[in-house]
């Protein structure tokens, strides 16, 4: 299984920044995303990204706060996070697909490859 790995996360106060990283070895995939998963909440998506970057979308609860681009040679995804708030607080994960996701990008069962997770803690 290709390993997903992240880097970037940690403690930072509101209204900071942080900027996630993601690498993967060996293997350039169509379809990225992040997605997070808070104490006591369900995974939900935070962006994603195809192949082309022309395709992106993000959570509601993120949209304009938040960026995600990736670099296809490096085999590298980021998310840019600012205006950080004290719920954006979770674990987040660097999930990968081979295919173009289209309307399924939000599920997380479509994504084969998963990082460890990094947390992300904002105080208040």
């Known amino acids: 299984q290709v390993p997903l790995v992240e880097s970037g996360g940690g403690l930072v106060q509101t209204g900071g920044s942080l900027k996630l990283s993601c690498a993967a070895s060996?293997?350039?995939?169509?379809?990225y995303a992040w997605f997070r998963q808070g104490p006591r909440k369900e995974r939900e998506l935070v962006a994603a990204?195809?192949?082309?970057?022309?395709?992106?979308y993000y959570g509601n609860s993120v949209e304009g706060r938040f960026t995600i681009s990736r670099d296809n040679a490096k085999n590298m995804v980021f998310l840019q996070m600012d205006s950080l708030k004290p719920e954006d607080t979770a674990v987040y994960y660097c999930?990968?697909?081979?295919?173009?996701?289209?309307?399924?990008?939000?599920?997380?069962?479509?994504?084969?490859?998963w990082g460890q997770g990094t947390q992300v803690t904002v105080s208040s």
């Open positions: 990204i195809d192949k082309s970057s022309v395709t992106i």
């Open positions: 060996g293997q350039t995939f169509e379809s």
């Open positions: 999930a990968a697909s081979i295919y173009f996701l289209g309307s399924y990008y939000s599920i997380p069962e479509r994504y084969t490859y």
